[in-house]
């Protein structure tokens, strides 16, 4: 009798390392989108299978675009800051408000009688023609 459980211990392992072989098919629950077309899900944490945390991904529209936004209330949520996902409703305001702070700062640049920066968006580098481009060459130098 003794054999039995150390036999059973051995066919636990062996079945364990057969299936980290095999593909997990992960399936969560839908619980929202962004305006970007991400798609957000989430795994309940189940700790009668060890699983102690939730687990909470998204996935882009476009799969190999590295460049890709997520809303700051989403991201929050994919890092466990929240405990509810937000509503679309919450999403669109903040974003309107992000749109209202670009346009005022055009605004006041324009009253200031600055060129704006910002023509691309938030991935572009203002590019002033007092600094130097790179250490002891000016905009103006030829290489």
Do not use: C
């Not at 211990?9 to 399936?27: D, E």
């Not at 890092?79 to 992000?98: F, S, T, Y």
């Amino acid at each position: 009798m003794s054999q039995e459980p150390t036999r059973r211990l051995w066919m636990i392992v062996f079945q364990n390392f057969i299936n980290s072989f095999k593909p997990r098919q992960i399936s969560g629950t839908l619980k929202g989108t962004d305006h970007f077309g991400n798609k957000y899900y989430e795994i309940p944490r189940n700790a009668s299978v060890g699983q102690q945390r939730t687990s909470r991904w998204y996935d882009p529209p476009v799969k190999d675009d590295f460049m890709q936004e997520v809303p700051p209330e989403w991201e929050a949520w994919l890092r466990g800051r929240r405990r509810e996902p937000p509503d679309e409703e919450e999403v669109l305001k903040n974003l309107a408000i992000m749109h209202m702070k670009k346009k005022n700062a055009k605004i006041v640049d324009a009253q200031a009688g600055k060129k704006t920066p910002m023509s691309k968006g938030m991935e572009t580098f203002p590019k002033y023609t007092e600094y130097e481009v790179s250490p002891g060459k000016s905009e103006n130098d030829s290489h």
